[in-house]
């Protein structure tokens, strides 16, 4: 469910490639969309795209990366600029809801939530000068930090009937003595949050591995068990109430990724590799993202890994033993999106797999010639959105 979490740092990654010249744009005939084509959105990033087919995302002048700001997409209504300059999108949900993080300022608090209905509204603070946004869900809860007029941070809850609610800062729930290191990772559709805790054990500071958590509105928190280590993360977590994530096993060095019931508690999801694997995103029905490290007679490095309860867990490839494949998300029919390298040692390209027809390149769909491009999102559809890097050093969205 996790739709900001493991996301890539694209932008940062851009801005030091250079290519070469020659490149344009034009119709693509790689995975189908709607059109059967995969538009050119404009200038920016597309993150998000919903079952409706709604896209959101980053864009901006050309000219100045800094004046960025978030715009939606469809194919019927095209492109507009809902989020103020220096804005960024952090979620989308399937009600058309975007959760949009901005610069604070008088007039706003940093957090922000627009929808064609209501437009642009403003989350609001519990006292302090500025809210920053985490998640939000299909229902329009959205889950964030805000600061009190004293400078203390809490976690916040806002929707558009009840308004702001201050959760606090889970201390109360009786888990920390002097303190916690708090990490929100996610939020289902019930308002069910996870995330991982650290806790202070004495006044010389000594903290506690980290553990994963589940907190529920009405039973509180609960600290998760561990695969035989001491700490653990929680990354995601569906509309079922299961959680993935990572946590250390017995040598508490090498973790593993797991997925977590209120029923069946922690499963294992490594396989017999060897190294360290994690859990970053599921879907509601069971079918798990995340990322292993391999050692074999290939050499090592890092792939993506997905796994059902059918399946068990199947490594992502690019193409060939050597490429990489760096996952981004994936959809309820197991469909994953991301980026990777190609054999001949060409540029990174827009990735697509699924477990029964392996990976396919969606780089070349677009554009006539080598270029770089990543997938960042993938609805039940099968349409995906992202990046393509073109001749003019620009970034611009795409569909496919």
Not at 292 to 318: K, L, N, T, V
Request: glycine fraction near 14%.
């Amino acid at each position: 469910m996790s739709n900001n979490s493991s996301r890539i740092k694209t932008a940062v990654l851009l801005a030091i490639l250079i290519l070469p010249a020659g490149l344009v744009g034009c119709p693509g005939q790689g995975f189908p969309s709607s059109t059967d084509t995969c538009p050119e959105i404009g200038p920016g990033i597309a993150r998000f795209i919903n079952d409706s087919g709604l896209v959101a995302g980053d864009g901006g002048d050309y000219g100045d990366p800094y004046e960025n700001v978030v715009f939606v997409w469809d194919a019927a209504a095209g492109f507009k600029i809902v989020g103020p300059p220096r804005s960024s999108a952090v979620a989308l949900n399937e009600a058309g809801q975007v959760l949009i993080k901005a610069i604070p300022a008088e007039t706003r608090s940093g957090c922000l939530v627009w929808d064609a209905v209501h437009g642009l509204q403003d989350v609001g603070t519990i006292g302090g000068r500025w809210s920053e946004p985490i998640a939000l869900n299909d229902n329009g809860l959205v889950l964030g930090n805000s600061v009190r007029a004293d400078w203390v941070e809490h976690l916040i809850l806002w929707d558009a009937i009840n308004g702001l609610r201050d959760i606090g800062d889970l201390s109360e729930y009786g888990v920390v003595s002097l303190g916690a290191q708090v990490s929100i990772a996610d939020m289902n559709n019930s308002g069910i949050i996870v995330g991982t805790i650290a806790t202070v054990l004495d006044r010389f500071n000594t903290w506690t591995s980290p553990r994963a958590f589940v907190w529920d509105p009405q039973q509180g928190l609960q600290i998760l068990d561990t695969l035989g280590g001491d700490g653990s993360a929680a990354n995601a977590i569906n509309n079922k109430g299961q959680v993935v994530g990572w946590s250390y096993v017995e040598d508490n060095y090498t973790c593993h990724a797991f997925l977590w019931t209120e029923d069946s508690g922690m499963l294992d999801l490594h396989d017999l590799s060897g190294g360290r694997s994690w859990a970053v995103d599921l879907t509601d029905n069971g079918k798990v993202l995340g990322t292993i490290e391999y050692s074999d007679e290939h050499g090592s490095g890092s792939m993506g890994f997905y796994y059902d309860s059918r399946r068990g867990m199947q490594r992502i490839r690019a193409f060939g033993d050597l490429s990489s494949f760096y996952v981004e998300a994936i959809n309820r029919h197991g469909q994953v999106v991301g980026q990777g390298s190609i054999d001949n040692g060409g540029y990174d390209h827009a990735l697509l797999w699924d477990p029964t027809n392996g990976t396919q390149d969606l780089g070349p769909a677009c554009m006539e010639y080598p270029a770089i491009s990543g997938a960042l999102d993938i609805n039940a559809s099968g349409q995906v959105v992202g990046w393509i890097h073109s001749v003019q050093n620009n970034i611009d969205a795409y569909v496919w």
